[in-house]
């Protein structure tokens, strides 16, 4: 069901910038690429080293890759983002390493001023899971689909780069148990 509903809102804000763009004028549409790191949320969980010491993965925590595409529309200063991103972070030792995965979904409207933008939206993360390899094989959890929603404030440092600070608000849930994905990040862009 939410899968469903993460996909009305995702084709409602495709349809909004092509309304949005009026009959005068069509959107324009660029193709962008996406970079980031995001920390906070819950603990995922605390890996131990046989030297005594731990590291541990938090539900927010991750580097993120990806693209989508920007949608001028033609409504002064609005414009609409929707990106697919690999998100991943792991502990790392000799014996076994332990991943946290997902494919983040983001479909974000901005507001843009002349040298900043301002906006939010939804992010919809599929396939969560964190699985572990070697000394750490026994750990194997996949959770639901996860809806969220993202705020974002990006600096143009040029016409095509951008340089931003996002807060993200979602939560994982596995086995009927739910995990905090609340944090901040930054988030550097290039338009094509």
């Known amino acids: 069901m939410i899968r469903n509903t993460f996909f009305k809102i995702l084709l409602s804000v495709l349809l909004f910038t092509h309304l949005a763009a009026g009959p005068a004028r069509a959107a324009e ?18 890996v131990p080293f046989t030297d005594g010491t731990s590291d541990s993965i938090r539900a927010n ?15 002064p200063n609005v414009e609409a983002e929707v ?10 030792a000799r014996n076994g390493d332990v ?10 409207a901005f507001y843009r001023f002349p040298h900043f933008r301002l906006g939010g939206g939804l992010t919809y993360h599929l ?27 990006d600096y143009l440092w040029t016409p ?17 148990v739910s995990f905090s994905g609340k944090g901040l990040g930054t988030t550097i862009g290039f338009v094509f």
């Open 29 to 46: 549409v660029r193709p962008v690429a996406r970079i980031g790191f995001d920390f906070g949320g819950d603990n995922l969980i605390t």
């Open 160 to 176: 095509r780069y951008t340089l931003g600070a996002r807060y993200t608000s979602v939560t994982y849930k596995t086995g009927g």
């Open 83 to 92: 990106t697919l991103s690999y998100k991943f972070t792991s502990v790392n």
């Open 127 to 153: 396939s969560p899971t964190l699985d572990g390899s070697g000394a750490a094989s026994n750990i194997n959890a996949k959770f639901d689909d996860a809806l969220g929603f993202v705020l974002q404030a």
């Open 61 to 75: 925590e991750g580097f993120s890759i990806g693209g989508g595409a920007l949608f001028v529309t033609g409504l």
């Open 99 to 108: 991943i946290w995965t997902r494919f983040p979904v983001d479909a974000l």
